[in-house]
């Protein structure tokens, strides 16, 4: 894989971490011209980048991330932010959610969390932290979608769904049956309109129809984005 982070230190830390899980980490860069210039010569399985890197510290990981999907579609990126902002990760998943994944640092709590992270975007899914997925669902209008009919249980299903973990590896994170969690994820995909298409297709399209449906991203400032949180936030 290919590390992004204008950080020295962190670099070197990830890339220890890493290499300690069996994860090669071919190059580590500090800003976007260098990522992409280090994807087109490794052609890595993946790729790790921070969201904010020189010159702007705003969302150059981002873009980033949609150059590298686009002329490097094998390649899949995990972008690491330090803020619980909805509306990046929106801006993220705007062409879709294949071979993406979005995780907040503070609540990456083991190696083992971020290579499943990593080769899950490889394979082509998508790696979405369960707390941005319950922070854009909190966005999402009543009227709109089936999203609001889901039980909390059934939204909590939904956000590990969008890790890419099994049914098997949800049943152990929420301490239930994996009988249990195979009918909350009918439940899950009767109340949105899935049809039946395959196990797969249904699990992707039941994280991507909350996202169709959201708001586009609002900007501050000089194009910052707004309703910044810190990691630790929790919508109410």
């Not at 070197?12 to 087109?40: C, F, I, K, M, N």
């Not at 801006?91 to 959610?97: D, F, I």
């Not at 979608?145 to 956000?159: K, M, Y």
């Amino acid at each position: 894989m290919v590390l992004a982070d204008d950080s020295f230190l962190v670099r070197e830390g990830v890339t220890a971490l890493l290499g300690e899980a069996g994860v090669s980490v071919l190059a580590g860069v500090g800003e976007p011209d260098a990522l992409l210039a280090a994807v087109a010569r490794h052609r890595p399985d993946a790729v790790l980048t921070d969201v904010r890197m020189p010159p702007t510290f705003t969302t150059e990981g981002i873009d980033a991330a949609h150059r590298i999907r686009a002329d490097h579609p094998s390649v899949g990126v995990v972008v690491l932010s330090s803020f619980l902002e909805a509306d990046w990760c929106l801006r993220l998943l705007a062409k879709g959610a294949a071979g993406l994944g979005y995780l907040l640092k503070d609540r990456v709590h083991d190696t083992d969390e971020l290579v499943h992270a990593l080769r899950t975007v490889a394979r082509g899914g998508s790696a979405m932290d369960p707390v941005v997925i319950e922070a854009l669902l909190q966005q999402q209008s009543a009227t709109r979608s089936g999203l609001a009919e889901l039980t909390e249980r059934e939204q909590q299903v939904l956000a590990e769904m969008a890790m890419g973990r099994s049914n098997a590896a949800i049943a152990g994170r929420l301490h239930l049956s994996e009988r249990s969690v195979e009918k909350h994820v009918g439940a899950v995909f009767a109340k949105l309109g899935l049809p039946d298409e395959g196990q797969t297709n249904r699990r992707v399209a039941a994280v991507l129809t909350f996202l169709r449906v959201a708001p586009p991203p609002s900007a501050g400032p000089a194009g910052r984005p707004t309703g910044m949180r810190p990691a630790g936030y929790r919508p109410a």
